[in-house]
C-alpha cells in the first residue's frame, strides 16, 4: 500500500518551455502533497507543500510563478516548470500523505528535469 | 525549529560487518523520527519510524534504530550489512501539528566485498 507515482521519469526540454510532471497517490487519498528538489549529491529542498483544493504554500526563495503547483484532487498534484531554464535542470521529487500518517511521508520514484 | 544532523557524509563497510550511522535532532519535544534509504536516480524509501512506545524501532532489511532522548539521537543500525544496502541515507524529523519533514543531508554508504 501507500504507492505514489511520477510521471515522466525524465524528460529533456529546450529552454523557455514548459513542463508539467505528474505525482499520483495510486491507493489513497492523500491530504497533503509535498514537491522537493534535489540536486545532485545533496539533500532534499523542500519546494512547496499543497493541499487539495487549496493554494499550494511555498518556501522562502521559490519562486511561485516559476513552479506552478496544482493540487486538483485527493490522488493528483502537478508541478508545472515554466519558461523553464538549463538552471532548472534537477531532480524534483514529490511526497504525499494522510491525515492519519503521523507526518510519515509517501515518496514518488522522483523526475528528472534537464532543460537544454 | 527543528534540525537534523548526520555527522557522516560517507560511509564505507566491508560486507557483512556491522553498521551505524548517526542521527542527531534538535526540538524540543518528542519528534517524530524516520529513516529513509534512496538508490541512485530513485525516490526515497522508507526503513523505519518512531512516533512513541519502545525505543528501540524494527524496520524492514533488517534495520533497526534507537530513540535516544537524553543524547537527541535515533541512529540506524544494522547487523551485518549486504552489498545491496549501498545506497543515500536520510533522517528526518517532524513534529506533531506541523506536516512538513526536516531531513539531513544524507550518508551516503558504500559496501565493499
Known amino acids: 500500500g501507500a504507492v505514489v507515482s511520477q510521471h515522466p521519469s525524465w524528460v529533456i526540454c529546450k529552454s523557455g518551455t514548459s513542463v508539467k510532471i505528474e505525482c499520483r497517490s495510486l491507493d489513497f487519498q492523500a491530504t497533503t502533497m509535498f514537491w522537493y528538489r534535489q540536486f545532485p549529491k545533496q539533500s532534499l529542498m523542500l519546494m512547496a507543500t499543497s493541499n487539495e483544493g487549496s493554494k499550494a504554500t511555498y518556501e522562502q526563495g521559490v519562486e511561485k510563478d516559476k513552479f506552478l503547483i496544482n493540487h486538483a484532487s485527493l490522488t493528483l498534484s502537478t508541478l508545472t516548470v515554466t519558461s523553464a531554464h538549463p538552471e532548472d535542470s534537477s531532480f524534483y521529487i514529490c511526497?504525499?500523505?494522510?491525515?492519519?500518517?503521523?507526518?510519515?511521508?509517501?515518496f514518488g520514484p522522483g523526475t528528472r528535469l534537464t532543460v537544454l | 525549529a527543528q534540525s537534523v544532523t548526520q555527522p557522516d557524509i560517507h560511509i564505507t563497510v566491508s560486507e557483512g560487518a556491522s553498521l551505524e550511522l548517526r542521527c542527531n535532532y534538535s526540538y524540543g519535544a518528542t519528534p517524530y523520527l524516520f529513516w529513509y534509504v534512496q538508490s541512485p536516480g530513485q525516490g526515497l524509501q522508507l526503513l523505519l519510524k518512531y512516533f512513541s512506545g519502545d525505543t528501540l524501532v524494527q524496520g524492514i532489511k533488517g534495520f533497526e534504530a534507537e530513540f535516544k532522548r537524553s543524547q537527541s539521537s535515533f541512529n540506524l543500525r544494522k547487523p551485518s550489512v549486504h552489498w545491496s544496502d549501498a545506497a543515500e541515507y536520510f533522517c528526518a524529523v517532524g513534529t506533531r501539528g506541523n506536516e512538513k519533514l526536516t531531513f539531513g543531508t544524507g550518508t551516503r554508504l558504500t559496501i565493499i566485498p
Open positions: 511526497s504525499a500523505s494522510t491525515m492519519s500518517s503521523y507526518n510519515e511521508q509517501f
